[in-house]
Nanobody, 119 residues
């Protein structure tokens, strides 16, 4: 019923930039997002929170990306973005989008998009 689709991943050299997008959509009826979050899972490691943004626009970042990544959203489009700059090889991971329904508080996960940063 509800689907999150990430895009924008790819291969980039260290120091470069990428912008990830995640659009939430529903096949039938209305859907509004509450909090939206980016997670990532590096190869061989556990999934970790990267950045989050509330519906009102308040943001939080994990220390390792603060100052380099920027999360933003478009409520009308139920879309969250992650602007990544000064990328490091340590940022290599599958990045996942997470969203909570504003109306039902049910949460959803995207399938992920791979970001590879070469040294």
């Amino acid at each position: 019923q509800v689907q999150l689709v990430e895009s924008g991943g790819g291969l980039v050299q260290a120091g470069g930039s990428l912008r990830l997008s995640c659009a939430a959509s529903v096949s039938v009826g209305r859907f509004r997002t509450n909090a939206m979050v980016w997670y990532r899972q590096p190869p061989g490691k556990q999934r970790e929170l990267v950045a989050s943004i509330t519906r009102s626009g308040s943001t939080n970042y994990t220390d390792s990306v603060k100052g380099r990544f920027t999360i933003s959203r478009d409520n009308a489009k139920n879309t969250v973005y992650l602007q990544m700059s000064s990328l490091k090889p340590e940022d290599t991971a599958v990045y996942y989008c997470y969203a909570e329904s504003f109306d039902t508080h049910v949460n959803y996960w995207g399938k992920g998009t791979l970001v590879t940063v070469s040294s």
